[in-house]
């Protein structure tokens, strides 16, 4: 299956996805995080947006 490359906004908005370089651009444009902060928020309480949102001191 191919790439969409017109998509917005993660296809499970419930998890953050950081190994598609699209998806890290969007939440770290939706967050106004670095991409790092987002990688250690990650690493520390796994994908769901939620708990990574809170880590970073941020809504889902």
């Known amino acids: 299956m191919a ?8 296809e499970d908005p419930t998890k953050v996805n950081v190994n598609e370089k699209w998806e890290v651009d969007y939440w770290t444009n939706k967050w106004g ?7 250690d928020a990650v690493k520390s ?15 889902a």
């Open 3 to 10: 790439d969409n490359l017109k998509r917005r906004q993660p």
């Open 33 to 39: 995080v670095t991409e790092q902060q987002l990688r």
């Open 45 to 59: 309480v796994g994908v769901m947006t939620k708990d990574v949102a809170k880590k970073l001191g941020k809504t």
